[in-house]
């Protein structure tokens, strides 16, 4: 049974939409929740967050995290095609193990 | 389901010694199989991609004399870092590509749990 369970998939809207990623975790030590979003070389690190209720913001982007319904959600408002991309969630449970959830495939048509 | 698994999940060894890291895909075959190293702030950083059989394309700046990556099977590639130093400790996570699903229609990439190597 997979630890990070990302929805949906895959998602595929308009530009200048708003989409909404979710990610739930199950938590054995929990230290942090991680989002990245992946284009070519590598996941381009997001956002980090450790405490409930505490929406971290980045432009367009924004997250938060339910650490007692476990699960974090990340925002994208007026959607642009440089948007798309995959999104990955990743629990830290320790400092020695990143769980990655399967990613959501978003994209962004003009 | 698919999973990447990563050995040892961390390692402690002496300046100058080899450290080798397992990566393996399990129920599924991966045909490309990526390195990362993670960077303080949390940012990954390809290393080195590898396609079964073949030699590893390295990433600018990733000297390949010092990061051997073997891709020997469909299911298991390594990452050995040789001689290592202090600078080298870091956290490594692979990454395995390949298609699973009904009749291997969905080609994903799942990433492994990482390794945490400290060199003293």
């Known amino acids: 049974e997979d630890k990070v369970v990302q929805s949906p998939l895959s998602l595929v809207v308009h530009e200048g939409d708003t989409v909404t990623l979710n990610c739930s975790y199950e938590?054995?030590?929990?230290?942090?929740l991680l989002w990245y979003k992946q284009e070519k070389k590598a996941p381009t690190f997001l956002f980090m967050l450790?405490?409930?209720?505490i929406e971290k913001k980045s432009g367009r982007l924004s997250s938060i995290l339910d650490k007692k319904e476990l699960f974090s959600i990340l925002n994208i408002t007026a959607t642009q095609t440089g948007d798309s991309a995959i999104y990955l969630c990743?629990?830290?449970?320790?400092?020695?193990?990143?769980?990655f959830g399967k990613g959501t495939h978003l994209i962004i048509q003009p | 389901g698919a999973v990447v698994s990563q050995h040892p999940s961390r390692v402690i060894c002496k300046s100058g010694t080899s450290v080798k890291i397992e990566c393996r895909s399990l129920?599924?075959?991966?045909?490309?199989m990526f390195w990362y190293r993670q960077f303080p702030k949390q940012s990954l950083m390809l290393m080195a991609t590898?396609?079964?059989?073949?030699?590893?394309?390295?990433e600018q700046g990733v000297e390949k004399d010092k990061f051997l990556i073997n891709h020997a099977s469909l299911t298991l590639s390594t990452l050995t870092v040789t001689s290592a130093h202090p600078e080298d400790s870091s956290f490594y996570i692979c990454?395995?590509?390949?298609?699973?699903?009904?009749?291997?229609?969905?080609?994903?990439?799942?990433f492994g749990p990482g390794t945490r190597l400290l060199v003293l």
């Open positions: 990454s395995a590509r390949g298609r699973t699903g009904l009749a291997g229609r969905v080609e994903t990439q799942y």
């Open positions: 938590v054995t030590n929990f230290r942090s």
């Open positions: 450790t405490s409930s209720g």
């Open positions: 990743a629990n830290k449970e320790n400092r020695d193990g990143l769980t």
């Open positions: 129920d599924f075959q991966a045909t490309t």
């Open positions: 590898s396609n079964e059989g073949s030699k590893a394309t390295y």
